[in-house]
T-cell receptor, first 115, second 113 residues
Framework: EAGVAQSPRYKIIEKRQSVAFWCNPI?????LYWYQQILGQGPKLLIQFQNNGVVDDSQLPKDRFSAERLKGVDSTLKIQPAKLEDSAVYLCASSPGGVPTGELFFGEGSRLTVL | DAKTTQPTSMDCAEGRAANLPCNHSTISGNEYVYWYRQIHSQGPQYIIH???NNETNEMASLIITEDRKSSTLILPHATLRDTAVYYC??????????????FGSGTQLTVLP
């Protein structure tokens, strides 16, 4: 079974530039999450989708971050304009719908460096 | 979700059992205890979860105290590949936003040769 795919793995940009990250969840998984992990900290949830609808985006800095999952499959997370404090690993995770088991499947992440 | 408290770091000798503690004194009756780990430069990986009974799978065992205020993750024979940050998380078992996992800082386990 293919895992959660993310790209790019690494990205370096200058502040005020824009960047986009892509995630393809495990086939059939209805729920998709984006997490931000700053060095030395645990992952922090940014947004949760159920199919193509947003369940929770309360911790997404909406003035600069946006995310979409238009067809209920893959998803894109965008940052525009980027700030130095956005340097982090952006993790995508997915889980199946139906009865929740608590098991989230994570991708390897996209590491962003903002200079 | 209830908050958890874990030691910042622990060492364990290769081949010995690694016992990782977690305190979750404010856990409510419908909240489960989950354990994930994150090996360097990888995404977190699910290990095990439980409600009140002890659980065991091919990776680890989970021991939850009778009052459910604390738990211990046991890796029976630690190997160098078990070096990782281990996260203890408590979470409700329902749909919607309750499916979220809220990560703390975890315990850095270092397995020594």
């Amino acid at each position: 079974e293919a895992g959660v795919a993310q790209s790019p793995r690494y990205k370096i940009i200058e502040k005020r530039q824009s960047v986009a990250f892509w995630c393809n969840p495990i086939s059939g998984h209805a729920t998709l999450y984006w997490y931000q992990q700053i060095l030395g900290q645990g992952p922090k949830l940014l947004i949760q989708f159920q199919n193509n609808g947003v369940v929770d985006d309360s911790q997404l800095p909406k003035d600069r971050f946006s995310a979409e999952r238009l067809k209920g499959v893959d998803s894109t997370l965008k940052i525009q304009p980027a700030k130095l404090e956005d340097s982090a690993v952006y993790l995508c995770a997915s889980s199946p719908g139906g009865v929740p088991t608590g098991e989230l499947f994570f991708g390897e992440g996209s590491r962003l460096t903002v200079l | 979700d209830a908050k958890t408290t874990q030691p910042t770091s622990m060492d364990c000798a290769e081949g010995r059992a690694a016992n990782l503690p977690c305190n979750h004194s404010t856990i409510s009756g419908n909240e489960y205890v989950y354990w994930y780990r994150q090996i360097h430069s990888q995404g977190p990986q699910y290990i095990i979860h439980g409600l009140k009974n002890n659980e065991t799978n091919e990776m680890a065992s989970l021991i939850i105290t009778e009052d459910r205020k604390s738990s211990t993750l046991i890796l029976p024979h630690a190997t160098l590949r078990d070096t990782a940050v281990y996260y203890c998380i408590v979470r409700g078992y329902s749909s919607g936003s309750a499916r979220q996992l809220t990560f703390g800082s975890g315990t850095q386990l270092t397995v020594l040769p």
